[in-house]
């Protein structure tokens, strides 16, 4: 069971980026996924959700509007595009799911992503 | 939103010590109540979910308790490896919100 980021980079404000996280070893149609992103030597701050089908998502107030979450079954992959980016965005971003026992959001985070590394700087 | 306390937001420690971090929800989240640890350049790690289960694989000296706004997350005996930082995060209701972490360090 494993998820992997890509797609960070250097990108200036008012810029856009687009994140994507593979899933393998399990069938990732079943499974929400999420976005959580770190700012340097800061806390965990939760981005983005969305359903297996993409039924129910949902934003934080920081990125609605700016940020949107979308998913592709068939590449067993999920995508977080970034607009409007601002120097707060930098960070660490991850992609993280519930994947073993239980298949719902109240039961936390088990499986993440090595993260993937955005800097919004001029 | 539900905003998430965390205190102390350090604590030094040595191995063998009881440590206990606590973690208050502005409004009742039942029991939906996570920890993490995570490690510099690290990805988090899953501790305990549901507030008091205990995720597969993690040790049996940390342990989780509480219900609706009050939380707390217990190291029995703190070992080397445990020298991290740790996270609650509340599982009731979107937005889903973190604590704003404990540093646990050596004293």
């Known amino acids: 069971v494993q998820l992997v980021e890509s797609g960070g980079g250097l990108v200036q404000p008012g810029g856009s980026l687009s994140l994507s996280c593979e899933g393998s070893g399990f069938t990732f149609r079943n499974y929400e996924m999420n976005w959580v992103r770190q700012a340097p030597g800061k806390g965990l701050e939760w981005v983005a959700y969305?359903?297996?089908?993409?039924?129910?998502?949902y934003y934080a107030d920081s990125v609605r509007g700016r940020f949107s979450i979308s998913r592709d079954n068939a590449k067993n992959s999920v995508y977080l595009q970034m607009n409007s980016l601002r120097v707060e965005d930098t960070g660490v971003y991850y992609c993280?799911?519930?994947?073993?026992?239980?298949?719902?959001?109240?039961?936390?985070?088990?499986?993440w992503g090595q993260g993937t590394t955005v800097t919004v700087s001029s | 939103d539900i905003q998430m306390t965390q205190s102390p937001s350090s604590v030094s420690a040595s191995v063998g010590d009881r440590v206990t971090i606590t973690c208050r929800a502005s409004?009742?989240?039942?029991?939906?109540l996570g920890w993490y640890q995570q490690k510099p350049g690290k990805a988090p790690k899953l501790l305990i979910y549901?507030?008091?289960s205990l995720q597969s694989g993690v040790p049996s000296r940390f342990s989780g308790s509480g219900s609706g706004t009050d939380f707390s997350l217990t190291i029995s005996s703190l070992q080397p490896e445990d020298f991290a930082t740790y996270y609650c995060?509340?599982?009731?209701?979107?937005?889903?919100?973190f604590g704003g972490g404990t540093k646990v360090d050596m004293k």
């Open positions: 993280a799911s519930r994947i073993n026992d239980f298949n719902y959001y109240n039961y936390g985070m088990d499986v």
């Open positions: 969305i359903t297996g089908r993409s039924g129910s998502i």
């Open positions: 549901a507030a008091s």
């Open positions: 409004q009742d989240i039942s029991d939906w």
């Open positions: 995060q509340q599982a009731n209701s979107f937005p889903l919100t």
